[in-house]
């Protein structure tokens, strides 16, 4: 089984960077469909950015341009670095990884999580 834990979160001013980690243990997790997901109080979990296991990756509309996903798989870790937050970025941040489906599907129907990080933008 995989441990992810998630860190990096925070209160950032508008206009703000931030960068997430999650560090993964338990086995190599280099072949995993790796991914970011929000989910703001009332609303729907929402996918943000995906990254294959060969550097792939795809981004939500609202975060592409200013988010960037990346692996080190090395160190078993995924980095989610946002930059020019905005206040519709407030959520809990997760990270998770696919246990079934690889790149380009990644669907994360059966997926590893962490315990999330919070992320609060203010103006």
């Known amino acids: 089984q995989v441990q992810l834990q998630e860190s990096g979160g925070g209160s950032v001013q508008s206009g703000g960077s931030l960068r997430l980690s999650c560090a993964a243990s338990?086995?190599?997790?280099?072949?995993?469909?790796m991914g970011w997901f929000r989910q703001a109080p009332g609303k729907e979990r929402e996918e943000i950015a995906i990254?294959?296991?060969?550097?792939?990756?795809r981004y939500a509309e609202s975060v592409k341009g200013r988010f960037t996903i990346s692996r080190d798989n090395a160190k078993n870790t995924l980095y989610l670095q946002m930059n020019n937050l905005k206040l519709e970025d407030t959520a809990m941040y997760y990270c998770?990884?696919?246990?079934?489906?690889?790149?380009?599907?990644?669907?994360?129907?059966?997926?590893?999580w962490g315990q999330g990080t919070q992320v609060t933008v203010s103006s």
């Open positions: 990254i294959g296991s060969d550097g792939s990756t």
């Open positions: 998770a990884a696919d246990r079934t489906t690889g790149w380009p599907r990644c669907i994360f129907r059966y997926s590893y």
């Open positions: 338990g086995y190599t997790y280099a072949s995993y469909c």
